[in-house]
C-alpha cells in the first residue's frame, strides 16, 4: 500500500487558498470599518454646519449650497459602506467555498490515513498471527500440550 497521500501538495494549495479568502475578507472588514468611520465624520461635519439663521441672502444660499454638499458627501459615504458590505459578502463566500474545498481533500487525507493505519494493524495481526501458529506448530511437534511458549 503507498504510504504517500499522493494529494499533499493539492492539500497545501488548498489550504493556502483559504488562507488568502481569509486574508481578503479581513481587509473587506477594514474597509468597512474605514467606511463607517468616514460616514460619522460626515454626519458630524453635516450636523456642526447649521443653517445661518441671518446674514445676506447670498451667505444663506451659499450656506444651503454647502449643507447640500456635505449631505451629497454623506450618501456617497453610506453608498461606500454599501458597497464595501456586498464586497465582504463576496469574500465570505469565497472564503466559505475555499474552506470546502479545503476540508474535502483533508477528509480525503484522513480517510487515506485510517487505511493504512488499518493496513498496518492487519499486517502486524497476520504476523501476530504466524507467531503463534508457528509456536503452537513447534510445540506440537516436541509434544508439549497447552500451545503457548
Given amino acids: 500500500m503507498n504510504r504517500l497521500f499522493r494529494l499533499g501538495p493539492v492539500l497545501r494549495a488548498r489550504k493556502a487558498q483559504e488562507d488568502a479568502a481569509r486574508g481578503a475578507v479581513i481587509k473587506s472588514r477594514a ?60 469574500r465570505l463566500a469565497v472564503l466559505a467555498d475555499a474552506a470546502k474545498r479545503r476540508r474535502a481533500v483533508e477528509l480525503m487525507s484522513e480517510r ?19 507467531l503463534s501458529m508457528t509456536s503452537k ?3 506440537a511437534a516436541r509434544g508439549i500440550a497447552g500451545g503457548s511458549a
Avoid at 454638499?69 to 463576496?90: F, H, I, K, T, Y
Avoid at 487515506?112 to 504466524?130: S, Y
Fill in 112 to 130: 487515506h490515513t485510517e487505511m493504512l493505519r488499518a493496513h498496518d494493524l492487519r499486517k502486524d495481526q497476520a504476523a501476530l498471527d504466524e
Fill in 31 to 90: 474597509e468597512i470599518r474605514d467606511a463607517q468611520a468616514l460616514v460619522k465624520r460626515r454626519q458630524l461635519d453635516l450636523i456642526g454646519s447649521s443653517a445661518p439663521s441671518e446674514g445676506s441672502a447670498r451667505a444663506m444660499v451659499a450656506s444651503l449650497v454647502a449643507r447640500q454638499s456635505l449631505a451629497a458627501g454623506l450618501s456617497g459615504a453610506q453608498r461606500m459602506v454599501g458597497d464595501a458590505e456586498a464586497v465582504e459578502r463576496e
Fill in 137 to 139: 506448530a513447534r510445540n
